[in-house]
Nanobody, 122 residues
Framework: QVQLVESGGGSVQAGDSLRLSCAASGRTFSTSNLGWFRQAPGKEREFVAVISRSGSSTMYADSVKGRFTISRDNAKNTVYLQMNGLNPDDTARYYC???????????????WGQGTQVTVSS
């Protein structure tokens, strides 16, 4: 199993940056693909980014491509999401999740954190 705890959220202005962290515990961290998702009020949870087990492959939603960067440090059991050029549409609760599969579908992720709130004002 994998236990996930997100941190780093906050309230920022449009154009600002934030870095989210997700600390993991459990023996399967290094064998899991790790993803970031987000959910805004009244909307479905949506895919943001995913990184492979080794960190050599990444995939992004079109809405964040070029602005967000996902990375991981397997020695620290941590995955990061660097978010630059934030805009109000990025306001949501951000979750990290772990999957054995290379997918962007919410239902394919086995383990989830509790999330961290990101609010961007104009």
């Amino acid at each position: 199993q994998v236990q996930l705890v997100e941190s780093g959220g906050g309230s920022v202005q449009a154009g600002d940056s934030l870095r989210l962290s997700c600390a993991a515990s459990g023996r399967t961290f290094s064998t899991s693909n790790l993803g970031w998702f987000r959910q805004a009020p009244g909307k479905e949870r949506e895919f943001v980014a995913v990184i492979s087990r080794s960190g050599s492959s990444t995939m992004y939603a079109d809405s964040v491509k070029g602005r967000f960067t996902i990375s991981r440090d397997n020695a620290k059991n941590t995955v990061y999401l660097q978010m630059n050029g934030l805009n109000p549409d990025d306001t949501a609760r951000y979750y990290c999740a772990a999957s054995r599969r290379w997918v962007s579908t919410v239902s394919e992720y086995d383990y989830w954190g509790q999330g961290t709130q990101v609010t961007v004002s104009s």
